[in-house]
Nanobody
Framework: VQLVESGGGLVEPGGSLRLSCAASGFSFSRCAMSWYRQAPGKERELVASINWVGTSRKYADSVKGRFTIYRVNNKNTMYLQMNSLKSEDTAVYYC?????????WGQGTQVTVSS
């Protein structure tokens, strides 16, 4: 199982980024997927999750209305569209799934929101 995040970077407050998570080594289209983030000195927190078919999405209160999680199953890829970014969104963002009872994480991608 491999999860590879990309799309992070430095963006000004109010800006946008789109993160990608490329998945391989398991049946992506049969798995729920999630995005987590971890800011310096803080615990890792759930940002958003999506069911296997993409019809059910959940968001942390802090990102509702600004972030959108979606997936393209025939590309084995999940995305996180982040709009109206704030300095408090600065963190390393991780892709996550559970396959055959084992939890898998990507290596993370850094998002920095700063002027």
């Amino acid at each position: 199982v491999q999860l590879v995040e990309s799309g992070g970077g430095l963006v000004e407050p109010g800006g946008s980024l789109r993160l990608s998570c490329a998945a391989s080594g398991f049946s992506f289209s049969r798995c729920a997927m999630s995005w987590y983030r971890q800011a310096p000195g803080k615990e890792r927190e759930l940002v958003a999750s999506i069911n296997w078919v993409g019809t059910s999405r959940k968001y942390a209160d802090s990102v509702k209305g600004r972030f959108t999680i979606y997936r393209v199953n025939n590309k084995n890829t999940m995305y996180l569209q982040m709009n109206s970014l704030k300095s408090e969104d600065t963190a390393v963002y991780y892709c996550n799934t559970t396959w055959l009872t084992t939890i898998y994480w990507g290596q993370g991608t850094q998002v920095t929101v700063s002027s």
